[in-house]
Nanobody, 128 residues
Framework: QVQLVESGGGLEQPGGSLRLSCVASGFNLDSYVIGWFRQAPGKEREGVSC????????YYANSVKGRFTISRDKAKKTVYLQMNSLKHEDTAVYYCAAPREVGYSFHCSFDAPDYDYWGQGTQVTVSS
């Protein structure tokens, strides 16, 4: 079965850093677009970042641009989200997601309904 598992969340101070990991099983992670989303209490799930299947293209929401970096480690079959200069507003449950279609026919999207496979989420809390 296709599964995505996030990890790396936790409590961090404003201005601090966290690195989230997304590990895939049941499919070749390197053939797919991977998106990172987050959902804060009382808010809709929003796209944070996305990396193309080739790793050539990366995209970021304006709210995290310049602070977050998405990357893929093919050997470890893992996609990372490095989060620096964390703000209170970054507090949310973070999810990684993948579509059914391979990257050849699916391009990066920040629309949650475009994705089919989701991890369980990892909590990120930014507080002093």
């Amino acid at each position: 079965q296709v599964q995505l598992v996030e990890s790396g969340g936790g409590l961090e101070q404003p201005g601090g850093s966290l690195r989230l990991s997304c590990v895939a099983s049941g499919f070749n992670l390197d053939s797919y677009v991977i998106g990172w989303f987050r959902q804060a209490p009382g808010k809709e799930r929003e796209g944070v970042s996305c990396v193309s299947s080739s790793d050539r293209y990366t995209y970021y929401a304006n709210s995290v641009k310049g602070r977050f970096t998405i990357s893929r480690d093919k050997a470890k079959k893992t996609v990372y989200l490095q989060m620096n200069s964390l703000k209170h507003e970054d507090t949310a449950v973070y999810y990684c997601a993948a579509p059914r279609e391979v990257g050849y026919s699916f391009h990066c999207s920040f629309d949650a309904p475009d994705y089919d496979y989701w991890g369980q989420g990892t909590q990120v809390t930014v507080s002093s």
